[in-house]
């Protein structure tokens, strides 16, 4: 009897270990079929009126720039300004020995004073010479009345006439000598005035001056140096507005025009926005790279952004509102354009009409509205009704 009960308790505990087994394996069936949810990063869809133009970068330059040097030759004296000096329009940046230069002027306008005085003593000689010439005129005539009234004698006349004809021939030799040597004259006057003109100029350029407000850029002479006409001796420029030249693609080249406002940033400066503007648009495209240049100004109060730093342009055009979504979020599969957007932890495909592409944005004419979550990356993989594990880009 006892046996009969004990094989009875293990048939049941077979019985029941077996049906343990199935139903265990059975669940564990159902969930490895049901579908696992896939990662994907979503963004809320928003519409906007700013065109996705901006993003380009560029290099921080000044908007006026000079390199500056002596127009003559010469060693510096005096101090040289450092890098980073702030100087005002006319200042005096630096100076050359003038003594050499001071020499040549003064001797040059020795020489003009000298051919000048030549002139006017030529000139007194014959107006000296005109004025004996004419008394000895009124003379005679004054004592021909008198001996056509038998007032004076004949000899009287004739000595008269004598002294009449010696004035004569001297006011005729001056004037003959006057004639010949004013032109000589009057031309090394000339030229003495030129050499004189040309040394003053010469003497001025000992003194380099800023032709603009600005600040040192870069100075490349020290005191006591020699340099030669023309050697650029300092870089100057105008850091109260900066340039920053920026490249577009030819497709791109409508999303930008003169006048358009913009917004500039630099990492160098996060959380700094400068407002600007496109200043020029260039006519003619890069035949190597097929790109414009752009050039974008903007005001740089404080000289916060300093040439060669990196900044960024972005677009503040304004245009009618729209979506714009990254192309990386586009699914084509056949003919169509899909989308996947995400409700309650799972994907939904929607197909959708495109416009415009800028960069790695495009519009969405029809099919995605603002507000909803759309799939940006992982969709590829999707198919409507998935569970998705979503995280925001």
Same mark, same amino acid.
């Given at each position: 009897?006892?046996?009969?009960?004990?094989?009875?308790?293990?048939?049941?505990?077979?019985?029941?270990?077996?049906?343990?087994?199935?139903?265990?394996?059975?669940?564990?069936?159902?969930?490895?079929?049901?579908?696992?949810?896939?990662?994907?990063?979503?963004?809320?869809?928003?519409?906007?009126?700013?065109?996705?133009?901006?993003?380009?970068?560029?290099?921080?330059?000044?908007?006026?720039?000079?390199?500056?040097?002596?127009?003559?030759?010469?060693?510096?004296?005096?101090?040289?300004?450092?890098?980073?000096?702030?100087?005002?329009?006319?200042?005096?940046?630096?100076?050359?020995?003038?003594?050499?230069? +001071?020499?040549?002027?003064?001797?040059?306008?020795?020489?003009?004073?000298?051919?000048?005085?030549?002139?006017?003593?030529?000139?007194?000689?014959?107006?000296?010479?005109?004025?004996?010439?004419?008394?000895?005129?009124?003379?005679?005539?004054?004592?021909?009345?008198?001996?056509?009234?038998?007032?004076?004698?004949?000899?009287?006349?004739?000595?008269? @006439?004598?002294?009449?004809?010696?004035?004569?021939?001297?006011?005729?030799?001056?004037?003959?000598?006057?004639?010949?040597?004013?032109?000589?004259?009057?031309?090394?006057?000339?030229?003495?005035?030129?050499?004189?003109?040309?040394?003053?100029?010469?003497?001025?350029?000992?003194?380099?001056?800023?032709?603009?407000?600005?600040?040192?850029?870069?100075?490349?002479?020290?005191?006591?140096?020699?340099?030669?006409?023309?050697?650029?001796?300092?870089?100057?420029?105008?850091?109260?507005?900066?340039?920053?030249?920026?490249?577009?693609?030819?497709?791109?080249?409508?999303?930008?025009?003169?006048?358009?406002?913009?917004?500039?940033?630099?990492?160098?400066?996060?959380?700094?926005?400068?407002?600007?503007?496109?200043?020029?648009?260039?006519?003619?495209?890069?035949?190597?790279?097929?790109?414009?240049?752009?050039?974008? +100004?903007?005001?740089?109060?404080?000289?916060?952004?300093?040439? #060669?730093?990196?900044?960024?342009?972005?677009?503040?055009?304004?245009?009618?509102?729209?979506?714009?979504?990254?192309?990386?979020?586009?699914?084509?599969?056949?003919?169509?354009?899909?989308?996947?957007?995400?409700?309650?932890?799972?994907?939904?495909?929607?197909?959708?009409?495109?416009?415009?592409?800028? @960069?790695? +944005?495009?519009?969405?004419?029809?099919?995605?509205?603002? #507000?909803?979550?759309?799939?940006?990356? @992982?969709?590829?993989?999707?198919?409507? #009704?998935?569970?998705?594990?979503?995280?925001?880009?």
């Amino acid at each position: 009897m006892q046996k009969k009960n004990k094989l009875f308790y293990t048939i049941v505990f077979l019985i029941f270990s077996v049906t343990a087994v199935y139903f265990a394996l059975g669940r564990d069936k159902e969930q490895n079929d049901a579908p696992n949810p896939r990662a994907v990063e979503t963004m809320t869809v928003q519409s906007q009126t700013t065109r996705p133009g901006g993003g380009l970068t560029g290099i921080v330059i000044p908007c006026r720039e000079a390199k500056l040097g002596f127009q003559v030759s010469g060693r510096i004296q005096g101090p040289v300004l450092d890098e980073g000096t702030l100087v005002e329009e006319g200042a005096v940046l630096a100076s050359l020995d003038p003594a050499d230069y +001071q020499a040549q002027a003064e001797a040059a306008g020795a020489a003009t004073e000298a051919a000048r005085a030549g002139i006017e003593q030529a000139a007194a000689l014959l107006e000296q010479a005109g004025a004996a010439y004419q008394k000895a005129q009124q003379d005679y005539d004054r004592i021909k009345s008198l001996y056509e009234a038998k007032a004076v004698s004949k000899a009287q006349l004739d000595d008269a @006439g004598t002294q009449l004809s010696v004035a004569a021939a001297k006011y005729h030799e001056a004037q003959s000598g006057y004639n010949e040597g004013q032109g000589a004259s009057v031309s090394d006057y000339h030229k003495a005035q030129a050499v004189a003109s040309q040394s003053r100029l010469q003497l001025s350029h000992t003194r380099l001056i800023a032709p603009f407000k600005g600040t040192v850029l870069k100075k490349a002479g020290e005191s006591g140096e020699i340099v030669s006409a023309g050697t650029p001796v300092y870089v100057i420029g105008d850091l109260d507005q900066i340039k920053i030249e920026v490249t577009v693609a030819a497709i791109e080249l409508n999303n930008w025009q003169a006048g358009d406002p913009v917004d500039v940033t630099s990492p160098d400066q996060p959380g700094r926005n400068w407002p600007g503007e496109v200043a020029l648009v260039h006519p003619a495209v890069d035949s190597e790279t097929g790109t414009f240049l752009i050039e974008v +100004q903007a005001d740089n109060p404080g000289h916060i952004l300093k040439p #060669g730093m990196v900044a960024r342009v972005a677009s503040r055009r304004q245009t009618p509102a729209a979506v714009w979504v990254p192309v990386g979020a586009l699914v084509k599969r056949g003919a169509e354009v899909t989308v996947f957007v995400v409700r309650d932890e799972q994907s939904f495909a929607k197909t959708i009409v495109t416009g415009e592409t800028i @960069g790695n +944005q495009i519009e969405v004419i029809t099919g995605l509205d603002p #507000g909803e979550e759309l799939v940006v990356r @992982g969709g590829l993989y999707l198919h409507d #009704g998935d569970p998705v594990l979503r995280q925001k880009s």
